[in-house]
Structure formats: structure tokens, C-alpha cells
């Protein structure tokens, strides 16, 4: 950011993308406020996700280098799919709040935590963005988004987008109870405030019970697999998904877990999905969230640097995802550049 000395990625302050470092209450509104989640306390499997929030700010800021250090910051840099050009702001909108102070093996303590440092984000007017850790954080993360939300209109409705390969709608997880990784979409879909539910990237090898099927057909909840992706176009279902839950509320909560990319890709994370989506598809897929204004919290999570490769793919993967939905609120981006003038350089 421009009020940030612009060193390379090796040193300096790791903040998400160089963002001024503030507390969670004094993001100002209009602004987006991230937050570390370190928790891998509620997995079954590999673990170490509480890695995750910190390998990701730290692959971050090489893209807040690059742009930084080698764009000066009055040019901005072209984007040569759409021809606009994209600028800092003078005035930061991106900030980071740090990481949520966890009580380790206290999933009611933990909860709650998370759920307050969301909230206080929220009732700045801000856009609450979780960094993962596993994935149980959706619940927690949208019990305080719907709390802080909830300061403004009392019978604030939101929808919920799970980007994943896995449904995660397990009333129960054996040995692991109601609240983990397996079971957080379920205890969401419980909640009042929500509306609602769809899942998109679903690996087609994925298990369903009865009882799941039968909850989904009730509550009109649709899933979209990678079959279906590829048959019908990734722009066809993320937009038929995002219209879904965007029906009827006054927000969207998306949330994105690594599995929903094939494990050549994104190595570095909890449940290897073979035969997943590619990286491109995902990049096509959150390139349209921005264009939903209803969407006003986001999450990625299952991030586990100890298992990654390539010097950080996974971690670097995630900050590129991050700054594909967030990329329109904190830059300045305009219409340059034409599809003509484009080809003049680009075939």
C-alpha cells in the first residue's frame, strides 16, 4: 500500500498484501478487514492448518512486491483479459486486523472467538475476509458476520455459497461429534438468519448419505459436481449458484475450501481431491464474484503449508484466489483498453 515502505517479499511487516495492520474495530467502512484464523483443532486427518493463515500472508507479499516495487503506483498495471488498468489508492482499503487469540481445545471458547473478531469487523460497515485454517471456521466466521449485520438490520438474512469438494453436511462426524470440519455446513443450515445453501466444485467420487440428500431437497439446497461444471460451463453454474443464494436475503457468505482444485495443483492441504476442478476453473469461477454485490464475506481454508510444494503453490494459489474476489474493493480499476487494442499485442 502507498503508505507502506515497498520492500521486497523477504522483509519487512507480513501483513496480507502489505495491508496497514489495525485492530478489528477500526477498519474503516467500505473497507476489508482480514482475519487470521489458525485452528486445526476440528479436522479428522492431516492437520496443521493453523499454519495456513501466516503461509498465506507471507506468499502475499511477493504479489505486493511485484505490483508495488515494479508498477509505479500513479501507472497502475493493465489486465490483459479485460483492458482495465488497476491502481493503488492513495487511501488504503484493505487492512489487516492480525489473528484470532484461540483457546486450543475449546471448541465453545473458540467459537466465540472467532465469531467476536468477525463481528466487530462487520459493525464497521467492512467486509470481513477469514484466512484458514480448517475448515470448521465458515460457522463461527458467519455467526459473528450475521451478529455484526444484525446491528444494522434485526432480521438480517444471508445466504451461504460453499466453494468445496466435499459437502460437509454430516449431522454428526463419527468420533469427532457435531462441531469439525465435516460437519460446519449442517450447523449453518440450522441457523435462522440463513437462507438459502448451494455448493459448487463437488468431486464426483464424493458420498452423500440419505438423510443429507433428503435435507437438501427440503430446503431447495442444489450442488453443483465437477461433471456437471464441465458439461454446462463454469460461468453457467457459479452464476446459476450466486443468483440462488443471493435470492431473498441481504447478503452472501462465500466460502472456498483448497479441495475444490485438484491436488496437482494446490498439494498443500487437507483432503486430496483427484480429478478435481483445474486451477483455471477456479479462477474463472471467483473472477465473477465481484460482480455480486451481495456477496460481503469470504473465507478460504484447509491451507497446510507443511505438505505443500513448489515453493508455496498452495499458499500462493490462496492469495491469488483472495485477490480475485477482493481485487475491485481495495483498487482502483477502470476501462482502458480495448478487446482491439489488446490484440494488437496479445493473440
Known amino acids: ?33 482480514i482475519v487470521g484464523i489458525p485452528l486445526d483443532s476440528w479436522t ?24 508495488g516495487l515494479q508498477v509505479p503506483l500513479d501507472e497502475g498495471y493493465i489486465n490483459v483479459a479485460d483492458g482495465s488498468v488497476s491502481r493503488v489508492p492513495a487511501e488504503p482499503r484493505l487492512f489487516d486486523t492480525g489473528d484470532v487469540r484461540l483457546h486450543q481445545g475449546d471448541a465453545e471458547a473458540q467459537t466465540r472467538a472467532i465469531a467476536d473478531h468477525v463481528r466487530k469487523v462487520t459493525e464497521q460497515g467492512a467486509m470481513p475476509v477469514m484466512l484458514g485454517g ?30 468445496d469438494g466435499h459437502f460437509d453436511l454430516w449431522d454428526e462426524f463419527r468420533d469427532m461429534g457435531r462441531y469439525n470440519h465435516g460437519t460446519f455446513a ?20 464424493h458420498i452423500i448419505e440419505p438423510q443429507q440428500f433428503d435435507l437438501c431437497r427440503e430446503k431447495g439446497y442444489v450442488g453443483y459436481t465437477v461433471d456437471s461444471i464441465r458439461r454446462r460451463g463454469v460461468q453457467e453454474t457459479i ?8 435470492e431473498g436475503v ?12 485438484d491436488g496437482a495443483y494446490a498439494p498443500g492441504t487437507h483432503s486430496i481431491v483427484v480429478d478435481g476442478l483445474t486451477a483455471h476453473e477456479v479462477f474463472e469461477a471467483v ?44 483498487l482502483d480499476s477502470s476501462p482502458t483498453y480495448s478487446q482491439e487494442e489488446l490484440a494488437q499485442v496479445f493473440r
Open 186 to 205: 449442517r450447523r449453518i443450515s440450522e441457523h435462522p438468519a440463513v437462507g438459502k445453501m448451494a455448493w459448487w466444485g463437488l468431486n464426483g467420487t
Open 239 to 246: 452464476r446459476e449458484a450466486l443468483d440462488i443464494v443471493s
Open 287 to 330: 473472477s465473477v464474484i465481484p460482480e455480486y454485490e451481495s456477496v460481503q464475506a469470504f473465507d478460504v481454508a484447509e491451507m497446510l503449508p507443511q505438505y505443500d510444494v513448489g515453493g508455496g503453490r498452495t499458499a500462493r494459489f490462496s492469495a491469488h484466489v483472495i485477490l480475485s474476489v477482493i481485487g475491485d474493493r481495495i
Open 134 to 163: 480448517d475448515h470448521y471456521i465458515p460457522y463461527p466466521s458467519l455467526l459473528g458476520f450475521i451478529e455484526g449485520m444484525q446491528q444494522v438490520k434485526e432480521d438480517f438474512k444471508v445466504g451461504f455459497l460453499n466453494l
Open 250 to 261: 441481504d447478503a452472501v457468505y462465500v466460502t472456498f475450501d483448497i479441495d475444490t482444485v
Open 44 to 67: 479428522l486427518g492431516r492437520n496443521g492448518q493453523r499454519m495456513g493463515p501466516r503461509a498465506i500472508r507471507e506468499s502475499s507479499l511477493y504479489l505486493a512486491a511485484y505490483y
Open 1 to 33: 500500500m502507498p503508505q507502506l515502505d515497498l520492500v521486497h517479499h523477504y522483509s519487512g511487516p507480513i501483513t496480507f498484501y502489505r495491508a496497514p495492520a489495525c485492530a478489528p474495530e477500526e477498519v474503516p467502512k467500505g473497507g476489508v478487514g
